[in-house]
């Protein structure tokens, strides 16, 4: 795909505004991605810092630092945040600055409502923090929520922790909305429907995703709502409700959300692979359809989650083959992602390498889920330390490591300069290292039987706890220079050309760098 | 905004109330799905059937478990726990229940069947556990429950336990219970 670049005559008269009320007001699609990607990094940091705290205390068994009450409060905040405020904020960002651009649009199609949708979130976490302050401390029933301990045992903050949740999924659905507006709206004349760039297309399928599950979450908690302040018994076995039911409904949602956290890593992890073997990828049409049958099959796996709770026999194997199915589409992807690579003439920048880190790894926590999937298996691994290390496999070196594979591929594009190579490069192996010590190990102490959501353990477990929580605080620090690196670009650095990279492809890379703050306001020729 | 968006626009902020109440449709559509396979363990009434009557029914062993839901104070247990019955035929059981406390209270017992491929093959006439108990303080009481297992049950299954859990309910509001008295009516 090639294009014309376009003149840049009215951007006298089109800057952005000056001052705070930029940031406030701005209802351009750069300045929103931007916002969005900031406070992901905030919530990163917090929802770390947590992370950091469950560590420590695990270090050794016995308890040492933390009493078990504000324990159970921070492995439920750190699961919300990093969800809700880390990767899902992080995604919504990279569309708002890349998908306008990558489809030749001047902007997204709702503006007001894209400002709308990020403002709103700040209040949100601010509420959901806030709970840390009040009697009762904050919630503290894990990050699934299970009623009755989310109903009837629940401290009083769970009110607000109900309002954040319905904030947090309007933010979504509007961040959706406008997202499919303008993919199926907005795109330069040319880019037909199978001719958009991967993540556009990640990006189409995980808002329809959320489109459909975001407010049957929403549901959910407004039933805890009323089972708590309304006198209802949705959940409530004394009144003729059924706390089964809260974990059919809630994992309804949570499945379609586990690929709505990992399709746009999909799509970013393509552009990469791409860019740095410096060959077209393998299979375009096949990893559009391969994210379609995922997304599509994510709907019918939900009860994987549940096999425990004395589901038929019927209802477990069929929950049992249609996860496995999944293995099927997401193996084309891998083997697209290798098949790409082969006989590339691959580098090894920054951002490729946390690309080759993902397939890898995702790979890894991907045959874990395998494991998991597993009907008879999964009585054994069920709520032990090997689906922490499974679910942490997949997000931390699966969609977190995307977010940052992005930052360092595009934001030459967003701020004019380059990185640091020498400190990106450190950065990745301090990360990488950090992440397989802290999460490898888990796999061994839950296959040996030790439970999740514990502040304290049997013995044996000691050892590989320990080495856990080294790897943990050196993931956690190592973040500290990540943050560093980009602050240290925004500032300056080495221009970036036009293409930035030698094989990047695609409109997003035709503009200048940094990209002007009004892009392709007439549309580009496409060829 | 060109007419397309805006007919995007609309259809997808159509789908999000629609979505929104297909989370709450799903409590109806679980319970019906429930009854329908017996599922989850979950009896509810039936009516007398002569059809379901058999002279020569196979014999069966019938537990009876309860169980005291958290901080419910009475006493509740089966009057018999072990009853060795013959399929197709009608029995009655009996469970004691007391109130210990000096409160008057109000309970509700929830049943549940194991293995659960049995609940729909278990025809209850009558069950204390489709109405409230309401217990003077130090009261006691015989409540019965009148069943069949009908003679369609499976071969393999030679045991069949009902299992009582008793909730306090004294403190609920009138329209929760009239919420349970809606869901009970099956």
Redesign the interface.
Known sequence: MSAVIENHHDDHHHGPAKGLTRWLYTTNHKDIGTLYLWFSFAMFLIGGAMAMVIRAELFQPGMQIVEPEFYNQMITLHGLIMIFGGVMPAFVGLANWLVPMMIGAPDM??PRMNNLSFWILPFAFFILLSSLFMEGGAPNFGWTFYAPLSTTYAPPSVTFFIFSVHIMGASS?MGA?NV??TI???RAPGVGLMKMPLFVWSWLITAYLL??????????VT?MLMDIHF????FN??????P??FQ??FW?FGHPEVYIMILPAFGIVSHIIETFSRKQLFGYSSMVWAMLSIAILSFVVWAHHMFTV???LA?ELFFMWATMLIAVPTGVKVFNWIATMFKGSITFETPMLFAIAFVVLFTMGGFSGLMLAITPADFQYHDTYFVVAHFHYVLVPGAIFSIMAAVYYWIPKWCGNMYDERLGKLHFWLSFIGVNVTFFPQHFIGLAGMPRRVPDYALQFADWNMISSVGAFLFGVSQLLFLFIVVKTVMGGKKATDQVWEGARGLEWTVASPAPYHTFTTPPKID | MNPEAKKTLRRLVIAVPLMFAFGFALVPLYDVFCEVTGINGKVFQSDYSEDLVKEDGRPLGLQFISTNNENMPWIFKPSKEVMTISTGKYYTATFYVKNTTDKKMMAQAVPSVAPSNAAAHLKKLECFCFEQQELMPGEEALLPVKLLVSDDLPKNIKNVILSYTIFDITDYRDDAIAHNEMNMEH
Request: charged share 5%.
């Open positions: 199609a709702l659905i909305i499919v507006v199926m709206n907005m489109i459909a599950v975001m407010p049957v979450l929403a549901g959910a039933m006198g209802t018994s949705f076995a004394a009144g003729g409700g059924d089964v039911l059919h409904i309804f004395g589901l038929p209802a």
